[in-house]
């Protein structure tokens, strides 16, 4: 029975794949673990982790931490945001997102979305800001960047913090610059199903130097030193198991994006001519982080979202409907005044079209076939 179940869940082809290094190249780094005896607290692999993504972010600062979920969390503490105040977010993200601000005693504020990157639309913010604004969260969703000079435009006219949920965005630039410089925080995600993983993972990004040292202790329960407790922490900390894999992740990553980019191009080539999908595309002035491969389907192709979803489930072909059920339509939050439909017309019709496609370097050119001819409206249909 349990082969028979193996052997079904290895015929799926699901959204993505886990990049790995070689298992020897693997247990080289555990060996150095084993003799060294150092497994976690800010060992010598976390130590030229960090280094090394500076340099891959082009930023200043880079604190690594366990996850991304913890990072965020830890973002929206150092900035000592007021007790109760109010986030302007996006409800087309994960929810991790506005979990992070609750789990701060703060408030999130939905804000809708712009249909072309569906990331929140920078001309529905001022509207939500009230006296107890003070700060913006949003999301460089699905890698498509933020309108990032708008929304800090906003921010420094109403004095409002900025952080960014980079969690798709790793690599990403926006006019030439690294998308990690902006705002005054950025959190991505190392988790197994991004395009650099420590399996389970995350990184803040910043410029001011004034932080390192608070997030430094906010990430190790706020302890200065052996006797001296400065702040009320959590327990960030990357351990070297994880720092090992994205030492040997960071060599590969490139070589990941470069097959991805093939197999876009596939896509967008056989997807082009097909009425009712449309492709969202990165701005011109962006580059792509090559996260996921998102499409939308339009009320003039003749099946539904959730019609096509099946079909590709019924052949083991796993598409994501990613982000559907929206944050605002969760039970914890649905009750807000920003969940109501009226203030989120866009991401309420985009939640019903959006479907994410497999997107791996690993995806073989016949499935790829398969997926785009399944998208092949059938005559009569
Ligand atoms: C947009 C977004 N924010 C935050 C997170 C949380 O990151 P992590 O899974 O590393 O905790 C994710 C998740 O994967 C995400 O997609």
Redesign the pocket.
């Known amino acids: 029975m349990k082969n028979l179940q193996e052997n079904k869940q290895n015929n799926k082809t699901f959204v993505t794949q886990p990049l790995l290094p070689s298992l020897e190249e693997y247990i080289s780094h555990l060996k150095d673990i084993w003799e060294s005896k150092w497994l976690t607290n800010m060992g010598e692999k976390h130590n030229l982790l960090e280094n090394r993504l500076k340099g891959v972010l082009k930023i200043k600062n880079v604190s690594l931490f366990n ?3 913890i990072a ?1 969390l830890t973002a929206l503490k150092a900035l000592d945001l007021p007790a109760g105040s109010e986030v302007i977010t996006t409800p087309f ?2 929810a ?2 506005p979990h992070c601000i609750s789990w701060n005693g703060l408030l999130p504020v939905f804000c809708d979305i712009e249909p072309g990157t569906m990331c929140i639309d920078p001309d529905k913010i001022e509207n939500l800001i009230t006296a107890k604004t003070s700060a913006i969260l949003a ?1 460089h969703v699905y890698g498509f960047p933020c309108d990032v000079e708008k929304i800090e435009k906003i921010a420094q006219k109403h004095h409002l913090k900025v952080i960014f ?1 980079a ?2 965005a790793f690599t990403t630039e926006f006019k030439g610059k690294s998308i990690a410089t902006f705002g005054d925080i950025s959190m991505f ?3 197994a ?1 991004k395009l650099f993983n420590t399996a ?1 993972g ?1 990184c803040l990004t910043y410029n001011n130097d004034d932080l390192v040292k608070k997030i430094y202790n906010l990430r190790n329960f706020g302890i200065q030193s052996e006797e001296i407790v400065e702040e009320i922490g959590i327990n960030g900390k990357m351990n070297e198991l994880q720092a090992s894999l994205g030492l040997l992740n960071l060599e590969l990553f490139e070589e990941e994006k470069n097959k991805r980019a093939e197999i876009k191009a596939f896509y967008d080539q056989n997807l082009a001519g097909i009425k009712g999908i449309r492709v969202p595309q990165m701005p011109e002035t962006a580059t792509n982080s090559y996260q996921y491969y998102p499409i939308v389907i339009e009320d003039d192709y003749p099946l539904s979202r959730n019609e096509l979803y099946e079909k590709f489930k019924s052949i083991n072909i796993m598409t994501r409907k990613y982000f559907y059920p929206i944050c605002s339509d969760y039970e914890c939050y649905k009750g807000l005044p920003s969940s109501s439909k009226e203030n989120l017309p866009v991401t309420n019709e985009i939640k019903n079209k959006v479907l994410c496609l497999p997107f791996y370097g690993n995806l073989d050119f016949e499935t790829l076939k398969i997926i785009c001819k399944t998208l092949m409206p059938v005559r009569n249909q």
């Open positions: 996850n991304g979920a965020l993200t994960f991790a997102t999301v949920d969690a798709h995600s190392f988790h199903t389970e995350g």
